[in-house]
């Protein structure tokens, strides 16, 4: 084959430049630690990276929700266990009302702390979290219990996306927890006892006891309610914050280059660059015309 | 037989020869790098004097050293290989657009759109989560007019393009048909036209890297040039090439008559930068637009329906979040925040129904939770995974074009190779042709320097 002059030329030149690009490919993957700077990189990986970066996005998301409600939630299942509480101490005043050798003036008195611990209900059942009142239902902007015990809350659920395949509910029911629509009105049944107290009427006093367990395990049930809600967060916490770690994994697998072998191309083709410029200077040099 | 006079003649003969000859080799080394240029070799032959034996030598000319087969390879591989590197600007800057690595993605205002519906639900009280989710719905559109609009821009920059080229290859063909006659007239009038002849290979050259070209000789012996099957230049004579757009947009190559009536060629549009522009509009962008509408449009579609089926908090009911009209037909460039909610966060429904206002927050889940849901691309994808569809075929279509442009250039360096092989300068060559050359010369001055003696010699001793 006849061999001129800008033959020699641009086979050096596109030698070259076919070199310099894949150098500077190689420098890219080592120094940005990714395969996949560009989706025709790996097309096939690029949509895959895209589909995990969305799935990492809504995990983390759906953690921050958890995080988020859980706090509201644990305030909710405390706030029953206190009113649970108070149902207790409230049936035991009703236990020693019911006493025969108590006189009016005592059962006055026992009178005065069922008043007590009626309002402390109140002030339970009215208790705020972080988005509002916590057993208002939805109409978590309005004072759900009046002082008179008037419910003006609903039963709506507060539900949020955690991941579940149904809307996961993470609010206590106040109206399950204190209204008639949980079985017994508790505040009433406070009232009840509260005026069978000050008015002396000792069978009045003993009919309420049933009712008072009735809504004590109401609210103990409600309570239960709130802290299965709270466990079930924390499993899908665990199950989210697994399937963050393989997505990181896979986005890893998919699109990063491994440290050893990007450094290990870079160092070759830096080397192979250096001798090509050497040869091509050789290759150059060669010329008949200089003998002369 | 000759005498002494004749020696001189055969002398004289010798060194005009000889030192065309030279000048032939000069004229190669000078121009052993200049584009287009085909080493000629000097046509010397022996001067016939009627039967006799002459012995003098004449250069009758000289020869380009070409081969038209090999020239009519180069100019179809330099048209694919300028088609190839042309798709691959327009879908090397399409792939730009769509490079999440990078930030500039539209993954990451999808996911913080479905992100705020999940921060409303978790407390749709709070003024803040009802501005947040207007905040990424804006961002979502702002993201996605830029793309759906880039993408256009790029689509009008390629029609302005394919209009210069056009007039480029209308202007190169008259320059042909310019030089053809020149090359004619030269021809006639005895010339070698060699340099006229290196321009218009070069020109050729020129016109095929705009558009794939071929040439021919007819039966008249005129060199015709035809680009997209169409005779652009016979002999002198230049034709025009038009251009104009369909009724779906995409380009429409004409050939303009002598009649000033028009003929399509576009299907016959294979190569050249008109062919890769041809095919980065109407194929490359033309899919990407398509898809990246329909994405735009399922996405919001879902969306609005859920947030319509809603109620705000202001108790409000069948509002759209997004204004995407009816069909998917520009729905990235003209996608905006709908005018129903713009800028009244209240309006923005979180609740399921009018009694679970403003606590309730099925709504808001139920807009999350698309993110799940099979809302795109006939119901079979979700929104992530359908924009991963799109990232993904933008990436295998540029990967495409690189190849096709490694391929090309391969294919096109080979044939320059070949070309050169046969048509370029070897120094080295010329360098022997040079001392040749030379060393005839001397030899041929000492034919003259003998001659000379000899009658000198001789007057002088008859003149004694």
């Known amino acids: ?292 | 037989m000759a005498g002494l006079t004749s020696l001189l003649n055969v002398a004289r003969d010798a060194l005009t020869a000889q030192s065309y000859g030279l000048a032939v080799t000069g004229s190669n080394i000078s121009n052993a790098s200049t584009p287009g240029y085909v080493r000629r070799v000097a046509l010397l032959q022996t001067q016939a004097l009627g039967t006799q034996t002459g012995g003098s030598v004449v250069a009758s000319g000289l020869q380009r050293v070409t081969d038209d087969f090999v020239e009519r390879r180069e100019y179809a591989a330099t048209g694919l290989s300028s088609a190839a590197t042309t798709r691959d600007q327009t879908t090397a800057s399409v792939e730009s657009l769509f490079n999440d690595s990078a930030g500039t993605g539209l993954g990451t205002s999808l996911s913080n759109l479905f992100s705020s519906f999940s921060g409303l639900a978790n407390n749709p009280t709070d003024g803040t989560t009802r501005t947040n989710v207007l905040a990424a719905a804006d961002a979502f559109t702002q993201s996605v007019n830029a793309t759906g609009t880039a993408l256009d821009q790029a689509k009008q920059d390629l029609t302005t393009q394919a209009q210069q080229t056009i007039d480029q290859i209308n202007q190169r063909a008259q320059e042909i048909a310019k030089l053809d006659m020149q090359i004619a007239q030269a021809t006639m009038q005895g010339n070698d036209a060699a340099d006229l002849k290196d321009q218009r290979t070069q020109k050729l050259l020129n016109i095929s890297g705009l558009i794939n070209t071929t040439t021919f000789t007819d039966g008249n012996g005129d060199q015709v040039v035809q680009v997209a099957g169409t005779t652009i230049v016979d002999g002198t004579h230049a034709g025009k090439l038009s251009l104009d757009l369909n009724g779906d947009g995409s380009l429409k190559l004409n050939a303009v008559q002598s009649g000033g009536g028009t003929t399509e060629i576009t299907q016959y549009l294979t190569g050249g930068t008109l062919g890769g522009i041809k095919e980065a509009r109407d194929t490359d962008l033309f899919d990407v637009s398509k898809k990246l509408d329909q994405f735009v449009f399922d996405t919001a579609t879902a969306i609005n329906t859920q947030h319509a089926a809603g109620v705000g908090a202001d108790g409000g009911t069948g509002r759209n979040l997004f204004d995407v009209g009816s069909t998917a037909d520009g729905a990235a460039r003209n996608i905006k925040v709908s005018a129903d909610v713009f800028n009244q966060p209240d309006r923005i429904a979180a609740a399921a129904n009018v009694f679970s206002v403003p606590g309730g927050s099925d709504n808001a889940v139920a807009m999350a939770k698309l993110a799940d849901v099979f809302t795109n691309t006939g119901s079979t994808r979700t929104a992530a995974e359908a924009y991963g569809d799109l990232v993904g075929s933008v990436g295998t279509t540029r990967a495409n074009s690189q190849r096709d442009v490694e391929t090309q250039g391969a294919i096109l360096q080979q044939v320059q190779s070949m070309h050169q092989s046969e048509s370029g300068v070897s120094l080295d060559e010329e360098m022997v042709a040079l001392t040749k050359y030379q060393n005839a010369y001397q030899a041929a001055s000492k034919v003259l320097n003998v001659a000379d003696t000899l009658l000198g010699d001789l007057m002088t001793d008859v003149g004694r």
């Not at chain 1, 009045?204 to 299965?228: E, F, H, K, P, V």
């Open chain 1, 1 to 292: 084959m006849r061999v001129t002059e800008n033959m020699r030329y641009s086979s050096v030149a596109s030698n070259l430049a076919e070199l310099s690009s894949r150098q500077a490919t190689a420098a890219q993957q080592a120094q940005t630690g990714l395969r996949v700077n560009l989706p025709s990189d790996d097309p096939i990986a690029a949509a895959q990276l895209a589909r995990l970066s969305a799935s990492q996005a809504q995990v983390s998301t759906r953690r921050g929700t958890i995080s988020a409600v859980r706090g509201d939630t644990e305030l909710a299942e405390s706030s029953l266990q206190q009113a649970s509480d108070l149902m207790a101490n409230a049936k035991e005043l009703a236990v020693q009302g019911g006493n025969g050798s108590l006189g009016a003036s005592e059962r006055a008195s026992l009178a005065l702390q069922v008043k007590n611990i009626h309002d402390e209900m109140v002030g339970v059942a009215n208790t705020k979290g972080s988005s509002g009142y916590l057993f208002a239902g939805s109409q978590t902007q309005t004072q759900p219990f009046a002082d008179d015990g008037t419910f003006s809350g609903d039963d709506e659920s507060h539900v949020v996306d955690i991941g579940n395949s149904t809307p996961t509910a993470v609010n206590a029911s106040g109206a399950k927890a204190f209204t008639a629509a949980g079985g017994r009105d508790v505040l009433g049944d406070l009232d009840a006892l509260y005026t069978a107290l000050n008015s002396n009427d000792t069978v009045g006093i003993t009919a309420t006891l049933t009712n008072l367990d009735t809504s004590r395990s109401q609210i103990t049930n409600a309570q239960a309610a709130a802290g299965i809600i709270i466990n079930r967060l924390d499993a899908s916490d665990a199950v989210l914050s697994s399937v963050q770690l393989q997505n990181a994994k896979s986005t890893d697998e998919d699109g990063s280059a491994d440290p050893a072998t990007a450094y290990t191309n870079l160092t070759q083709l830096n080397n192979s660059l250096q001798q090509s410029v050497s040869v091509s200077k050789t290759i150059l040099d060669l010329a008949a015309f200089k003998q002369f």
